[in-house]
């Protein structure tokens, strides 16, 4: 089983910015998609940005678009979010997350299900 490590969650202020960084090791289906999802209690695990890592092609929530970016490090199971004008309806927990894909498929499976392995989350919390 894959070791997926979040960090760099926190508390900020509304208008502020956090970058929560995750690295999987011991992954061995490819090609893959790493994602962040994010939780509040006694609500669904929903997905916010997936990546293909074969491509570099990030999507996002309608809700955060345009406030995060996803990046990767190129050649490694490693990948960043940004996260810019932080809102406090943005208060979760973040969770990190691989599956592996067809070949030849551009998009990210967006279903909880399809993901094979996660962190143990890294809570981000945004109040004045």
């Known amino acids: 089983q894959a070791q997926v490590m979040e960090s760099g969650g926190g508390s900020v202020q509304p208008g502020g910015s956090l970058t929560l960084s995750c690295t999987v090791t011991?992954?061995?289906?490819?090609?893959?998609?790493m994602g962040w999802f994010r939780q509040d209690p006694g609500k669904e695990r929903e997905w916010i940005s997936l990546?293909?890592?074969?491509?570099?092609?990030?999507e996002y929530v309608d809700s955060v678009k345009g406030r995060f970016i996803m990046t990767q490090e190129i050649g490694m199971d490693t990948v960043f979010l940004i996260m810019k004008n932080l809102k406090p309806e943005d208060t979760a927990m973040y969770y990190c997350?691989?599956?592996?894909?067809?070949?030849?498929?551009?998009?990210?499976?967006?279903?909880?299900?399809?993901?094979?392995?996660w962190g143990q989350g890294t809570q981000v919390t945004v109040s004045s």
């Open positions: 011991g992954y061995i289906r490819s090609p893959r998609c």
């Open positions: 990546m293909n890592l074969g491509n570099s092609r990030a």
């Open positions: 997350t691989i599956a592996g894909v067809a070949n030849g498929h551009m998009l990210c499976p967006r279903m909880r299900a399809s993901y094979d392995d």
